[in-house]
């Protein structure tokens, strides 16, 4: 006799723990406010892309679509580090008596990885 109790049938195709139901409405996008639609215009013109077509009914596409702007380097200098970030590598060196390595003022990316592993901790 086992001390476990037994459910037959509970693992049986097409009785899940989910009802399916089908005939459920599925929501309406919210639009996106004024102040998401006018920060996309400026992404828009600043990167010199448009804005999809009818993109201003949905607010999380809307969104979406911002985040990939922002990702996106702009002109000649968007991938250099930020200035807070080369002030803050600066002053973990001079508190490690060390030099940021040259290649990580031309990167980001690599000035993003040389502070990680250098900061105190």
């Given at each position: 006799m086992?001390l476990?109790?037994?459910f037959p049938?509970?693992?049986a195709?097409g009785?899940?723990a989910v009802?399916?139901?089908?005939?459920?409405?599925l929501?309406?996008?919210v639009?996106?406010?004024?102040?998401?639609?006018?920060?996309?215009?400026?992404?828009?013109?600043?990167?010199?892309?448009?804005?999809?077509?009818?993109?201003e009914?949905?607010?999380?596409?809307?969104?979406?679509?911002?985040?990939?702007?922002?990702?996106?380097?702009?002109?000649k200098?968007?991938?250099?580090?930020?200035?807070?970030?080369?002030?803050?590598?600066?002053?973990?060196a001079?508190?490690?008596?060390?030099?940021?390595?040259?290649e990580?003022?031309?990167?980001?990316?690599?000035?993003?990885?040389?502070?990680?592993s250098n900061?105190?901790?």
């Amino acid at each position: 006799m086992s001390l476990q109790p037994q459910f037959p049938g509970i693992f049986a195709p097409g009785k899940g723990a989910v009802p399916v139901q089908d005939d459920l409405p599925l929501p309406q996008p919210v639009a996106a406010t004024d102040k998401q639609v006018s920060y996309a215009r400026v992404l828009a013109a600043r990167s010199g892309t448009r804005m999809p077509a009818g993109i201003e009914g949905d607010r999380a596409a809307l969104s979406k679509w911002i985040d990939r702007q922002k990702a996106a380097p702009v002109g000649k200098f968007g991938n250099y580090p930020s200035s807070k970030q080369v002030a803050f590598a600066e002053r973990i060196a001079r508190l490690k008596r060390a030099d940021v390595p040259p290649e990580c003022f031309r990167d980001r990316t690599l000035m993003s990885r040389w502070i990680d592993s250098n900061k105190p901790r």
